[in-house]
Structures are given as C-alpha cells and as structure tokens.
C-alpha cells in the first residue's frame, strides 16, 4: 500500500470536499484532484483506453469509478495504491467484449475514504455495492489484485449470486505473511512518521523495489508513477496510516480468509500469481486454490507482486478467456 490518505479519524468523510483536509484551502483540494484526474488520463492514452469517468454520492462522500466498453460487465479492483486507472494496460483489451467498470477503492484515486474499522474490508465493500447499483449492473465477473483481491472474495461472500467468477491476482488475506517494511509501517507513532510526503522518486523506487520485478517501458513507467504520486499526495498521512494498521501488524496480514471461507466459495475461480513475488508469497495461490472448489492456478512467468503492469498482455488474455461466456 502506497501512501495515501484522506482524512484523520474523527475530522470528516470527505477525502477531497470541505469535511475532510479542514487545513487545506478549497483551492489546494482542487489542484490536487486536477493531478489525480490528468494522470489517470494520461495513463488511459498510453493504454489505447476511452472510458467516462462518473461518480456518486455515498457515505456522505463521493465515490468515483471508470466505465468502459459494452456487453457482460467485469468489475476490477486496484491495490492499495493508485486507483481504477491501474488497470489501463488491460482495460482496452477487456472492454472489446465487457462493460469493464473500475472503481477508485475509498480513500485511492478521486474517492473519498470510508471510516476505517477492522476489519479493513467491511466498509469497502458496500462502496463497491453502491457503484453496482449506481452502474445498472447485474451480475458481474470480477477481478482484484492485492488489497482488492481480499475486497474481491468479501463481496462474492456477501452478494450471493451476484459474482459469475472470480479471479485474484497475487491477492491480500490468503495467508499472513506481509512485508516487513509494511510491518514496520504499523508501528504506531513510526507509522506515520515514514510515510513522509510521496514524490516522484520515491514512489518511482517503490514501484521498482516492491511492486515489480520486471522493469516497464520508460514512457509507461513515467505515467505510472505521475498516476500513483498525485493519488498518493491528494490525502493526508494519519488517515493512510490508520488504514494501513487496520490491514496489517507486527505478525502481518490481519485479516485472513479462513479455510471454511475459502472452501465455501463456489464460484469458479481463477488464481494467478507472479512467479516472483516477494510482496505475498506464492504459498498463498497454492493454499486458496487448494481449498476453493472450482478453482484454477495460474503462475504468471517472471513477474513479481504487479502482473498486471508486468505482463499485461498475457494477464490480459487470462481474464478474457476466463470470463467468456
């Protein structure tokens, strides 16, 4: 997760309106979303991606969310850094045959941040619920990577029949194990005090050091990092740090998703993981796709903890043959 934020608990809802960043003059709030909004489009260009941007109301904040092509609608959901943009390496390529929708999660990208409880999950997902709606959509295929991995199996427990399938790429809450400069972030006081102001080079060694193994194109890498470091700077460090201690402790991950839960989900389900990732381990594929009944793993070659932006073609290809009809 990188650093972004909205918000202090307890000084409002609203990570870009007047409740929220009371310190922040209107003026500053709105520089700051302009940044937000010209990275995801920049990074929609280098994808070959046309999508509207819409919004709602919800939770006494606004939610925003892109929706692009037509036919069987696909829900995709980003990390803990960025936002829906994320995925314009392989929106293109979905929104051929889908409606892809592509939420900014609460608190990431132009959405205001929900009130952060434990577990982290349960007031994101009826966020997700209220894009659904908002979007007219039925049934959805659906797809989370890292922290929206673990969004992901939340809502497909929750709506019944609302998810035809699942995939989870190298997803959050399959096993406990984190990062230990993640861990290290959770410690109260510290926490806050080394997520200092993201900049570009900082968020750029991040990108490199934990987030990928394989190196992006340079012209990709630049709008990426453009895209995750205006995201990253639009809130405010208590509220990022607060969250990240909900998800994650000195043991690691908090919330973990429990044998029974997993073999519960009978939905067929697609595990791919990057054959390096360092971020979470490749045992946790191999004990979800263990316990999930009608699931598939797949290992995707080379990359790390991103396959997304890593090998976008062939995660890409994976999805569009998965969620066919």
């Known amino acids: ?8 608990p307890g000084k409002g809802t609203s990570g870009h309106g007047d409740t929220g960043h009371r310190g922040r003059a209107a003026s500053e709030r709105e520089v700051l979303a302009a940044a937000v ?15 509207a941007f819409r919004s709602l109301s919800w939770s006494g904040g606004c939610l925003s969310y892109l929706d692009a092509g037509s036919g069987p609608t696909v829900l995709l959901l980003h990390g803990g850094s960025g936002g829906g943009a994320n995925w314009f390496s392989i929106l293109a390529s979905l929104a051929g045959e889908h409606r892809v929708l592509a939420p900014d999660l609460p608190g ?47 809502l497909t427990q929750g709506s019944p029949g609302r998810v ?15 990062p230990p400069t993640m861990r290290l972030l959770t410690v109260p006081g510290l926490g806050r005090l080394l997520l200092s102001r993201p900049s570009p080079r900082s968020v750029r060694w991040e990108l490199r050091t934990r987030m990928t193994v394989l190196r992006l194109p340079p012209a990709t890498e ?6 995750l470091t205006a995201s990253a700077q639009a809130g405010s460090r208590a509220w990022f740090a607060h969250a990240l201690r909900a998800f994650a402790g000195a043991r690691g ?56 932006w890593e090998r976008p073609g062939e995660v890409a290809a994976l999805l569009s043959a998965f969620f066919s009809p």
Do not use: K
């Open 164 to 178: 035809r399938r699942l995939a989870l790429l190298d997803s959050a809450g399959l096993g406990r194990e984190a």
């Open 253 to 308: 991950q908090r919330e973990v998703i429990a044998d029974a839960e997993l073999a519960d989900l009978h939905v067929p389900t697609l595990i791919a993981w990057g054959e390096r990732d360092a971020f979470f381990p490749a045992s946790h594929a191999r004990r979800a796709a263990a316990l999930v009944p009608r699931a598939v793993l797949r290992v995707v070659a080379g990359a790390g903890h991103s396959p997304n």
């Open 37 to 51: 909004r010209t990275g995801a489009e920049r990074l929609l260009e280098a994808g070959g991606v046309c999508a």
């Open 1 to 8: 997760m990188t650093s972004r934020g909205a918000p202090a």
């Open 108 to 154: 990431f990208g132009l959405s205001d941040p929900a009130p952060v409880v434990r577990p982290l999950s349960r007031a994101a997902v009826p966020a997700l619920e209220a894009v659904l709606v908002a979007a007219g959509a039925g049934q959805v295929d659906l797809c989370g990577t890292s922290y929206g991995g673990l969004l992901a199996v939340r």
């Open 222 to 227: 630049d709008a990426l990092v453009a895209y």
